[in-house]
């Protein structure tokens, strides 16, 4: 079965540093998102991307954050100065023409 | 935006009872899904019905979309049952088509 897969799995780095978070969606997805989990609180949408260009951004999506399908496969999250309180699990998601969202399995990133 | 709440919060069952959590949301929707998250912190998707009902093995699923409401039943918990319980929806119109989540219930199974 088609899954969407995220790199790396955890990632660890210094206040101010950039980090670029990959997913690949499932091939024949057209609709692909970012979500975030901090610690012990609920799922939120970042962001969604479709026709290469971003549909709809929440109010934490702001312009230390970005999202680039580089080639046919790909969908990358880019922070570039990173804070401490962007510590958190980050998902990737992908959907067809149907509602139906599939998620990846997280990248757990670590602000020191 | 849409309100999304679960209840209960937290939920502790001995293995092999039965349970039901509910979720409730504050508009129309056209997408519900129920994910498990487990202890590695992946989410699992667990059913995809924003109307009806749905079974796959022990668990089931009710959306009312009407009333506004969804029910996942677990019969027979087993200790990998536990984790947090997560329902998300999408509000029906308009061309956003991202998931609003509650909070989630925290289930703790006991052998």
């Known amino acids: 079965e088609p899954e969407v897969t995220q790199t790396p799995s955890h990632q660890v780095t210094q206040m101010g540093q950039e980090v670029i978070l990959r997913c690949v969606p499932i091939?024949?997805?057209?609709?692909f998102y970012w979500y975030r989990q901090i610690l012990g609180q609920k799922v939120e949408f970042l962001v969604s991307?479709?026709?290469?260009?971003?549909?709809?951004k929440s109010e934490i999506f702001d312009d230390q954050f970005s999202v680039e399908r580089p080639d046919g496969s790909n969908f990358t999250l880019k922070i570039r100065s990173t804070k401490l309180e962007d510590s958190a699990m980050y998902f990737c998601a992908s959907s067809s023409e149907s509602y139906e969202q599939y998620f990846g399995p997280g990248t757990r990133l670590t602000v020191t | 935006g849409i309100q999304v709440e679960q209840s209960p919060p937290d939920l502790i069952l001995q293995e092999g009872a039965n349970s039901t959590l509910r979720c409730n949301f504050s508009d129309s929707v056209n997408n519900l899904q129920w994910f498990h998250q487990n202890p590695w912190g992946q989410l699992i998707n667990l059913f995809y019905i924003p109307s009806g009902t749905k079974q796959n093995g022990r668990l089931s699923a009710t959306t009312v979309a009407t009333e506004r409401y969804s029910l996942l039943y677990i019969s027979s918990s087993q200790t990998t049952d536990s984790g947090v319980y997560f329902c998300a929806v999408r509000r029906r119109g308009g061309s956003a088509r991202q998931l609003t989540f509650g909070s989630g219930t925290q289930l703790t199974v006991l052998p």
């Open positions: 991307f479709y026709n290469n260009e971003i549909s709809e």
């Open positions: 091939s024949n997805h057209l609709y």
